[in-house]
Structure formats: C-alpha cells, structure tokens
C-alpha cells in the first residue's frame, strides 16, 4: 500500500516537473516588439551538422577509437547548447502567443493558440533531446539521434514569423532572423 502511494505521488511529481518544464520561465512578453533581443539567433546548419548521423559515421571511420570518442563528447556538448538555445526561444515564443488571446484579431488570436502548442510541443521535445544527448556524452557511441527537435523548431519559427507578418509585416525579417 505504502509502495503505491510513493508511485502515484512520484508520478504525480514527474508530471508536474514535465509541466513546468514544457511551460518554461516566467518571461514578460505582451508585444511582438518586445521580442527583439529577447531570443537568441540558433543556427540550425550548424546544429543539423553535429547531430548528422553520417557526419557520426564519417568521424568514426577516419579517426581512432578514442579520438572519435572525444571529439564526439565535444560535439554532442555543442548540441546540449543548441537545443538549450532552442528551448529558451520555445518558452518566450510560448510566452507571446499566450499574450496574442487579448488581441482583436481573431488571425492574431489563431496564430497565437498555434505558436503555443508548437511552442509546448517543441519544449517537451527539446527536453527528450537532451536526455538523448546526454546519453550521447556519456556514451559517444550510442546510435540515438535528436534530428526531430530541430524539425519542431523550424515549424516554430515558421509559425512566429507568420504571427510577426499578421501584426508588424515590417518586422517580419528581423524577427525571423533573431530566432
């Protein structure tokens, strides 16, 4: 009886954890203005790259068993930064879409709800990747790939700069290019 009373409350921790994770930090974001500066640019070539399963192979196949294994721990390190970058944007993205519920425009309004659940979606996915990852550090040649978070992400991105276009057509490129 005790046992199952630990599981219940355990999961119940867990899923409030997932929550709170997938939510993110207590950004104040009410405009699309205010998101300038705000995120920080993630260069998805860059990223694709260190977590290209052919670039793995490629490395393993010309280098020696314990150089392919360091420099793949350092890569797989990088990849950590990444999909910490990518999941700091999620949340203020998460964040803006909530404050577009208060907008007049039932587009802005849709585009809002839309860039939320991506935004949500990308977080939990983000924070999958980074389990992969960590178990790539620790085991350089483990063969998982966290290629899907890079996908959400560009959806996410297509998602805000659609949402940019619908309130500041102007701002479009900037932002686009800050995310």
């Known amino acids: 009886m005790i046992i199952t009373i630990l599981l219940v409350m ?15 930090q207590s950004v104040d974001i009410a405009a699309i203005e205010e998101l300038e500066g705000r995120t920080t640019p993630v260069d998805i070539e860059a990223f694709r790259n260190l977590v290209d399963p052919e670039e793995e192979h490629f490395l393993r196949v010309n280098l020696p068993a314990c150089e392919f294994n360091r420099i793949q721990r350092e890569r797989m390190r990088a990849a950590v930064e990444y999909v910490l970058l990518i999941a700091r944007n999620a949340a203020i993205l998460l964040r803006l879409g909530e404050a577009a519920r208060r907008n007049s425009d039932i587009r802005v309004v849709e585009a809002g709800r839309q860039m939320v659940e991506r ?16 178990a790539m550090v620790a085991f350089p040649g483990a063969n998982i790939s966290p290629l899907n978070v890079i996908d959400r992400y560009q959806r996410l991105t297509d998602t805000a700069t659609r949402f940019t276009r619908l309130q500041q057509p102007g701002m479009t490129t900037r932002i686009s290019s800050a995310l």
Not at 13 to 22: C, M, N, P, S, Y
Not at 119 to 134: M, P, W
């Open 119 to 134: 935004a949500i979606r990308l977080r939990i996915y983000a924070f999958v990747a980074l389990l992969k990852l960590y």
């Open 10 to 24: 355990s999961a119940v921790v867990l899923i409030l954890v997932l929550l709170r994770a997938a939510r993110g």
